[in-house]
Each structure stands twice: as C-alpha cells, then as structure tokens.
C-alpha cells in the first residue's frame, strides 16, 4: 500500500515538471512556437497517410491470364466481382450456371508490383473480351498504302511485314493480306440448365352434321396447343452452343383437340333451276338498247325475297359496279347464277346455300331504272339465256 502511494505521488510530479516545461517553452519560443507544433502534427499525421497507402497497396492483387501477370485490381472482392460479370455476360437469361471454365484460366495473387495501372471491375472486363488480338485476312478493295491498313487494324509496320513476306507497298486492289484484329483474350466454357417450355399440337377431330351440305365444315370447337416444361443441359463455347441434354420433362398443359363438323347432306345443287323471284319479266336476254343484255329483268317491289335457283356455294356477295349489290353462286357442277340489284345481300362468301334459300331482297342498286332483279346463268364459263331452264 505504501508503495503504491510512493509511486503515485512520483508519476504526479513528474508530469507537473512536463507540463510546466512546455509551457515555459511555449512562452519563449514565440513564433517558432507555432511552426514546432505545426510540424509535429505533420510527422505525427505522415506515419498514418504512408500507412494507409501501404495498406491499400497490400489489398491489391495480380490477375494471371493463363501463367502471365496482366494487370492488377483494387482487391480480392473486385476480382470476384469480375469473374461475376464474365459469368452473367455468357450466361443465357433465366438459367442457372453449373459450370465455368475459362481458357486460358484466370487466377490471382497478392500484388508486388510498384508500376501498371489498377484496373476497375469494367475495365478489366473490356480488356479481357476485347484486348486480345487474332489473324484475320484483308481484301485491298482499292489501291492503298500498307501503312494505311496497318492504321486501321491498329499494326505497325513491322507487324504486318512480319505476317506477310511478299508484301508490296503500296498494296493494289484485291491483294490479300493477314492482318491482326481486336478478338478476346479469354475463351469461355459455360454448362447450364434452363427451363423451356414448347407447344404441343392440338388434335383435330371431325364430326358428321347431317344438317350441313357434303364438304361444308364449320369450326365448333377451337383447338389449344399443349405445354411441356423441359430442363435442359446446354453447353456453350463463346457463346455457342456445341450440346444441348433434355434432362426431364413434364407436361404442364394438356392440349384442347378441335373439333369440325363436317356436313354429310347430299349435294346442295339439285342440278335444276327453279324462278329466282316472284315478279315479271320486264327484259330478256339478247340485244338491248345498242348493247346485249346477258340476263333478264324480273321486277317487283323492293324487299321482294330473292332465292337460290339450286344449290351451292357463294363465291361473290356485296357491291360490283353496274350490278349494285350482287350475289354469284358457283353450282359445282359448271354452272354459275348471278342476282344483282339487290337492296340487301344475306349471305357471305364461301357460305354453302340450298335451292330455295333466300340470299337477299330485290332493289334497285347499281345501273337500274327501278326495283328488279337481274338474273343470269353462266355454263363453263358463259353466258346463256336464263329462259332456257326457267321461264316467266
């Protein structure tokens, strides 16, 4: 205890003469003062930055392309980072990276080197997928010196000289010459799984109506293609693919068949011709008027039912010039009939009609002086006299 207090009481008077030391030389050191302290900040703060320097210096390392020192980066991290985006830049969106391998390999080491730049995450990647050189073969398209050509591919003189032994200057169009052009550094090897989806075909499945003509189908049910799910083992070298492994599959839809009916009705032409309209003749077929006439004109008031003369198909339905609104049905047999002037068309193109069906009302569209119906039957092709198959 005594000797605790002994040591104390000597600490404490020994600081006391420290302080007032100082203090005395603060007091006589007058402007020198300030510049003494100025400079023990300055060695005290020196030791620090040069520690800091040092230890940054430390952090950093060499990256090896195959067994050659390249370049170096801030940090272990940034190089991992690095290897990350070489990784996502070959990588096909959505997979997932089984394996990567790099020709020539990169690797790492703590950095000795005073001399070189560091290079940041972005930089060290354009250098490595763009810093690279490879023979490539030039055509002159025009005469041109070589030192020009060995401008543009970024060469020396002696570069090129050396790649091409029977060099000529200047070079003459169409001279051949292998030249070095900016490739990778790097080749890379990439093993991933991802997942691909494909259609599976719908079925289509027919069904008799025995209210349809033969050959008339109509869609009843829509088909939907089916889903299968693949997982897929694919290997790329620089981006293309050298194998491609379905390792499962699943199907994760099933296809929706289609389903047409199929009309079974015995022919719609009954190859026979009945009146088109109810009405009178008001114009026959042959000469009219300084021109011939290719039909007759049946009249009646406007809304009167215009129907099939025998079964078929439409093939035209809407406006036609002169004929107004006009119907043309196709007999399937070599015969064709035509209703124009019509004040109302009915029926569509391509649908299948029966003898007697109506397919519109009479008018008075197109060249016509009054409601009526122009009737026409052509036989392979042309025109004949309606009145010989019916008569008004």
Known sequence: MILESWMKMRYEMKRAYV???LAVALAFGGLHSTALAASAQDIAARPATENATEAKKASEVTVYVGDNPTFRMQSQKDYEALIQKLQKSFQTEGSEIVNFRLEPALSVKDSGAEEGDVKTVDEAFVLLTQGGREEALYVAEETESLESIAKRFKMTLDEIKALN???????????????????PMIKAEIEEIATTVTDIPFATVTKEDPERF??????????VN???????????????????VTEDSRMSAEPVAEVVLVGTKKGAQTNSF?????????????PRWGRFHYGIDV?????????????????????AGTYGNLVEIDHQNGYKTRYAHL???????????????SVGKMGSTGRSTGPHLHF??????KNINPAIHVQY
């Not at 004040?343 to 069906?357: A, F, I, L, P, Y």
């Not at 026409?376 to 092709?381: A, K, Q, R, S």
């Open 214 to 223: 033969e050959n008339q189908k109509t869609v009843e049910q829509a088909g």
């Open 376 to 381: 026409e039957i052509i036989e392979n092709g």
């Open 19 to 21: 302080t007032a030391g």
């Open 299 to 319: 009249a009646n008031c406007v809304g009167t039912d215009i129907i099939a003369s025998d079964g078929g198909v439409i093939t035209r339905a809407g406006r």
């Open 343 to 357: 004040s109302r068309v009915d029926v569509k193109v391509g649908d299948m009609v029966g003898q007697g069906q």
């Open 274 to 286: 009945i009146h088109p309209a109810v009405g009178r003749l008001t114009s026959p077929y042959g």
């Open 226 to 244: 089916g889903k299968m799910e693949s997982r897929v083992l694919t290997t790329k070298v620089d981006g293309r693919i050298v194998s491609s």
């Open 165 to 183: 032994e029977n060099w000529e200057d200047p070079v003459t169009k169409g001279t051949k010459l292998v030249v070095l052009q900016p490739a």
